[in-house]
T-cell receptor
Framework: AQSVTQLGSHVSVSEGALVLLRCNYS??????LFWYVQYPNQGLQLLLK??????LVKGINGFEAEFKKSETSFHLTKPSAHMSDAAEYFC???????????FGKGTRLHILP | DVKVTQSSRYLVKRTGEKVFLECVQDMDHENMFWYRQDPGLGLRLIYF???????EKGDIPEGYSVSREKKERFSLILESASTNQTSMYLCASGYTDTQYFGPGTRLTVL
């Protein structure tokens, strides 16, 4: 069975500091991996995805993530946090590369002024 | 731009009522999904559909049913609403490597 673990249900960083949101997955085959963001009172929006090819993936709003097969990780980073990054972030894995996605429990990112 | 719309942003119903949540997408996607979102639990798949009149149970189908009579529309039905179904419901459509989400319906069952 596949699963996704997000470390930390709440993360706080100062404005301008590095953002690091951690995600580990378990999968029996090379998965598709995703990060979604949910701003208050909105649906989920795709930030970035890894399917094949380059393991460092760049997304919207300056975010990027690196697929590390040996560590079964797909951590999300941004060099400099902005107040507008405050949101809930979900890591997700595609189940056997079919159309069903398993989501992590989410990490709420707080930006401190 | 892909658009997924949901019929209501907020809904209040009473225990025992039959509840319909509607979702419409405009991108001709074959796959559509219904998720439930609860604090600390993330998103959990209720049902999905990969074609008109085709459906498959997700991880938490109990107490729910679905209907897909047209490709663009996917409905979630609560046959007899209960208080433990108070939650945020998210509809999505898309493919293996991308799903597009609607804004969600926050359902409160009293």
């Amino acid at each position: 069975a596949q699963s996704v673990t997000q470390l930390g249900s709440h993360v706080s960083v100062s404005e301008g500091a590095l953002v690091l949101l951690r995600c580990n997955y378990s999968s029996s085959v090379p998965p598709y991996l995703f990060w979604y963001v949910q701003y208050p009172n909105q649906g989920l929006q795709l930030l970035l995805k890894y399917t094949t090819g380059a393991t460092l993936v760049k997304g919207i709003n300056g975010f990027e993530a690196e697929f590390k097969k040996s560590e079964t990780s797909f951590h999300l980073t941004k060099p400099s946090a902005h107040m507008s990054d405050a949101a809930e972030y979900f890591c997700a894995v595609n189940r056997n590369r079919d159309d069903k996605i398993i989501f992590g429990k989410g990490t709420r990112l707080h930006i401190l002024p | 731009d892909v658009k997924v719309t949901q019929s209501s942003r907020y809904l209040v119903k009473r225990t025992g009522e039959k509840v319909f949540l509607e979702c419409v997408q405009d991108m001709d996607h074959e796959n559509m999904f219904w998720y439930r979102q609860d604090p600390g639990l993330g998103l959990r798949l209720i049902y999905f559909s990969y074609d008109v009149k085709m459906k498959e149970k997700g991880d938490i189908p109990e107490g729910y049913s679905v209907s897909r009579e047209k490709k663009e529309r996917f409905s979630l039905i609560l046959e007899s609403a209960s208080t433990n179904q108070t939650s945020m419901y998210l509809c999505a459509s898309g493919y293996t490597d991308t799903q597009y989400f609607g804004p969600g319906t926050r359902l409160t069952v009293l």
